[in-house]
């Protein structure tokens, strides 16, 4: 809990003055805890401002950046899947922002894109990804069982690989490559 705060009210001639607390507190249990990849960066964060190393400072900000925008929205990042989509997706802006440079013969922005696309690949590898010969199992193992109970349903063998109880649940899996292996599956 944090320090009271003291507001007094206005004299009046009639009244003495009075003075009324309030207090300002957070429930602990709102919030939940940090992911552990989270945990890290920000540790990284405050190596890389005493190393004074610009490239990571710069890409570790923007990733908090980013993690603090997403928390304003009404799907803040509370885990390592997320966080990964979202380094994931700062990755591929990266790349896309190298070859353009490229294409304009910014070859000093290209170096320094590349470098923070490293770092981004950095933390990527933090998350233990899904990999294509367990996507491809889960997918088919999904499959049979829709065909054994009748229709295969594209959404449906989505549902039921990464919804709550699914195999790939909880699993750090990029979803076009899901949608684009179930699609080849069932069709």
């Known amino acids: 809990m944090s320090a009271p705060i003291r507001l007094s009210l206005p004299h009046t001639r ?10 300002q507190s ?26 004074k190393d610009t490239t990571r400072l710069n890409v ?17 990042v ?4 997320q966080l990964f989509a979202l380094i994931r ?9 190298a070859s353009q440079f490229a294409t304009a013969g910014r070859m000093d922005l290209v170096e320094k894109e590349e470098a ?6 950095e933390y990527a590898g933090e998350v233990e990804a899904v990999g294509a ?10 499959v049979e069982q829709m065909k054994e109970q009748g229709k295969v349903v594209l ?11 699914g195999s790939l649940a909880g699993k750090s899996v990029d979803r076009k490559e899901l949608a684009a292996a179930v699609k080849r599956a069932v069709g």
């Open 155 to 165: 959404g449906q063998v989505m549902k039921a690989l990464i919804g709550e109880g």
């Open 116 to 121: 923070q696309t490293r770092i981004l690949d």
């Open 14 to 23: 009639r009244a003495p003055s009075r003075t009324i607390w309030r207090f």
């Open 60 to 76: 570790l900000r923007a990733i908090l950046a980013d993690v603090i925008n997403a928390s304003k929205t009404s799907s803040p």
């Open 26 to 51: 957070t429930s602990a249990s709102a919030e939940q805890p940090a992911s552990p990849l989270l945990v890290k960066i920000r540790n990284d964060l405050k190596v890389a401002l005493r190393a």
């Open 89 to 97: 997706k700062r990755t591929s802006a990266s790349r896309e922002a």
């Open 133 to 142: 010969e367990e996507m491809e199992k889960a997918i088919q193992e999904v």
């Open 78 to 81: 509370t885990s390592d899947i």
